[in-house]
């Protein structure tokens, strides 16, 4: 959560999936598959398909925030071979059995949501509604960073007396006959 407000926030769907588990720990799996671009006509938690032993739902809506100073986030994201949308799941130990946690767009954010807890998270790939209102918010705030080398001097000037000692030593001295 950021203490600045976004300046653009994207209503999304998310979709999840309920599958039987091959574990002995868990009877079910439950994770996102889909964001959807813009809200569906549902409820939180419809159930939209079942076929055997594995479900899907509607889970409810989200919100991608998009801030000035992730804007080269989101502009890496958009240039990789496949542009994602990360969803976190909460474990709520109630019913439903989860809550969508978070949804972004921002690659970073996206791993730091793996942090300790009940939290599942997957990326997604980004539907193109969202890839354009991403890109355009790209492009009219990213602000490209210019890299600004810190060159050191290599004037007899500015070179210290202990960078001078440091010098002579590994490289020896200027003047051989002052040894």
């Not at 799941?89 to 970073?108: F, M």
Request: charged fraction near 20%.
């Amino acid at each position: 959560m950021s203490l600045v407000a976004p300046l653009l926030g994207i209503p999304v769907g998310v979709v999840v999936e309920r599958r039987k588990a091959t574990s002995p720990w868990a009877d079910v799996i439950w994770r996102p598959i889909a964001v959807l671009g813009g809200l569906p006509d549902a409820a939180p938690w419809t159930t939209l398909a079942i076929e055997g032993e594995t479900a899907t739902f509607y889970a409810g809506a989200a919100e991608i925030e998009l801030y000035r100073s992730e804007a080269d986030n989101y502009r890496r994201n958009l240039a990789s071979a496949a542009p994602a949308i990360w969803v976190a799941l909460q474990e709520t130990g109630g019913d439903p059995p989860y809550a969508v946690a978070a949804v972004t767009a921002d690659p970073d954010e996206g791993e730091a949501l793996t942090g300790p807890g009940s939290r599942d998270h997957r990326s997604r790939a980004m539907p193109g509604p969202l890839r354009h209102a991403i890109a355009a918010f790209v492009a009219e705030h990213h602000v490209e960073q210019v890299f600004m080398s810190s060159k050191s001097s290599t004037s007899a000037s500015a070179i210290t007396p202990i960078r001078k000692r440091w010098r002579d030593a590994v490289c020896g001295s200027e003047n051989d006959d002052e040894r």
